[in-house]
């Protein structure tokens, strides 16, 4: 059974930072691409940032390029994301991914695996 385990979520004000992790069991992440997710009160899920199996390419939404910074440790079986500058609109509830591929994706279908999710809330 594969599980994906979010943490490093909480509350922070407006300028600060966070670093969240996703550690997997059940798969051996090595060989797949890792997304992170978004979603806000009220608005649907968006895509986030995606690094591909080896990390070596990353790719990110407009806005969070320059602020968020997605890194994988495959000897760890975990993947993370470095989120600087954080401003109120990033608060939401992020989900970690795994897709069935290496190659990144933002295509939330192109992800079989997703973590229970944790919160994100930057005060102004």
């Known amino acids: 059974q594969v599980q994906l385990v979010e943490s490093g979520g909480g509350l922070v004000q407006a300028g600060g930072s966070l670093r969240l992790s996703c550690a997997a069991s059940?798969?051996?992440?090595?060989?797949?691409?890792m997304g992170w997710f978004r979603q806000a009160p009220g608005k649907e899920r968006e895509f986030v940032s995606a690094?591909?199996?080896?990390?070596?390419?990353?790719d990110y939404a407009d806005s969070v390029k320059g602020r968020f910074t997605s890194s994988r440790d495959n000897a760890k079986n975990t993947v993370y994301l470095q989120m600087k500058s954080l401003k109120p609109e990033d608060t939401a509830v992020y989900y970690c991914?795994?897709?069935?591929?290496?190659?990144?994706?933002?295509?939330?279908?192109?992800?079989?695996?997703w973590g229970q999710g944790t919160q994100v809330t930057v005060s102004s």
């Open positions: 991914a795994s897709s069935n591929w290496g190659l990144i994706t933002r295509t939330s279908e192109h992800y079989n695996y």
């Open positions: 059940g798969r051996t992440l090595s060989s797949y691409s």
């Open positions: 690094i591909n199996w080896s990390g070596s390419i990353t």
